[in-house]
């Protein structure tokens, strides 16, 4: 049966986060029960947020220039055989060393897929595709958690989780290979997308991607407290690991939900109180994880976070993806996903030290002022904006922060 690059790279993205967090949900679980560390947990994503950043700094160009397929697969390959290794771990050392290698063989996986998903997309199209590519990496985490949490009490679970782990990595591989070649031909296919993929405002797109990147980096830093110091937090208060793959499960569901509204609505699109409001619901949200024990309360807080995450992923990679040309779009993937390291990586090991120096619930309170600050830092942004663009002509003036062109 043949299938269209772009299903199969929904397939990719789905069965890619099925076992990128499954493995850290695993593994930190064990460190939670095992009493090690936040510290320890957190650097645990350091290490594979670290080399993932490392290697989505170039892998977009390397898309860009040997194409999707070759990187993809290469990816898939290394990360099924990473996966399969971790059955034979045991010491700190050993998952540290088994999480950067998993992260570094994600690294060549996403920024070719967004790449070539994007590629020749209007903007129009590329909201369509830019859902469908996030309700498929997102219903890959759900089950990834949501697996994850039914596995670990089992006897053998962990080894039972690290196994389909290590499928899910291969096929992959395996889909990759199954991709069309991307055309070589560069010319006439330029001259095409470069009318198909035009955009309301290549200049606005630049700017809205700077401030949805910004957002970033607080989304990810607080998603990195989910997934490293939350554990501890849930163990301390005698959360279950089924309550706590729950909780995570139905993060993600209104994440998956958001994405539906954000693409059938257009209200958002180059207004920064979009992202102002997100940004105003996360610090409520991480506001009762600092303040409730109760276990129906902290399940309210973990999933309402996903409206700041939610929200920002999708404006970020929207206005990346229309903000740069074909030729580009592997590098803007790259970007974005780089970002998101940082993002994890700070949040990950700040947040394992701050709990361990001043308590389980005082990463979160970090992660409420960053949040607001990087949400200042998006108004300033907003602000050189405007100004730069105060002297061109009435169709190119920026749109105002609730939407109106000035």
Request: charged share 10%; aromatic share 12%; with cysteine.
């Amino acid at each position: 049966m043949k299938l269209k690059n772009s299903t199969i790279l929904y397939a990719i993205s789905l069965l890619t986060d099925i076992a990128f967090v499954m493995f850290p949900f695993i593994v930190t679980r064990l460190f939670a029960e095992q009493e090690q560390s936040m510290l320890q947990a957190g650097m645990l994503g350091a290490a594979s947020m670290l080399c993932y950043g490392v290697v989505t700094s170039f892998s977009g160009a390397l898309s860009d220039r040997f194409g999707p397929r070759l990187v993809i697969g290469a990816g898939g390959a290394a990360a099924g055989v990473t996966l399969f290794l971790a059955i034979f771990a045991g010491s700190l050392w050993s998952y540290y060393c088994l999480a950067g290698l998993l992260g570094a063989a994600i690294g060549l996986i996403y920024p070719p897929v967004i790449g070539a998903l994007m590629a020749g997309r209007s903007e129009k199209q590329s909201s369509g595709v830019l859902l469908r590519f996030c309700l498929a990496w997102n219903l890959g985490i759900m089950l990834g958690q949501g697996s994850g949490g039914f596995l670990f009490p089992r006897p053998h679970g962990p080894v039972i989780a690290y196994l389909l782990c290590s499928a899910s990595m291969l096929a992959v591989a395996l889909l990759a290979w199954r991709m069309k070649p991307a055309p070589r031909d560069g010319g006439a296919v330029r001259a095409q997308t470069s009318v198909t993929n035009a955009v309301t405002d290549r200049r606005a797109a630049r700017w809205f991607a700077a401030m949805g990147w910004t957002g970033l980096f607080g989304c990810t830093f607080t998603l990195a407290l989910l997934m490293f110091v939350f554990p501890k937090l849930a163990v301390s208060l005698g959360i279950s690991s089924q309550w706590h793959g729950l909780m995570l499960v139905g993060h993600r569901l209104l994440s998956m939900g958001i994405y539906f509204v954000l693409h059938a609505t257009q209200f958002w699109r180059y207004r920064l109180t979009t992202s102002l409001a997100a940004h105003a619901f996360g610090i409520g949200a991480l506001a009762l994880l600092v303040l409730c024990k109760s276990t129906p309360l902290i399940f309210i807080g973990v999933v309402a976070t996903a409206l700041l995450p939610g929200t920002v992923y999708y404006l970020g990679i929207f206005y990346g993806a229309n903000a740069f040309s074909d030729q580009r779009k592997g590098w803007a993937g790259s970007i974005h996903e780089t970002i998101i390291a940082i993002g994890v990586c700070a949040g990950a090991l700040l947040g394992g030290y701050i709990g361990d120096r001043f308590g389980v619930r005082a990463p979160f309170i970090v992660a409420i002022w960053l949040v607001f600050l990087l949400a200042l830092v998006q108004l300033l942004i907003y602000a050189i904006y405007r100004r730069k663009t105060a002297g061109l002509p009435a169709g190119d003036k920026p749109a105002s922060p609730t939407g109106n062109r000035r």
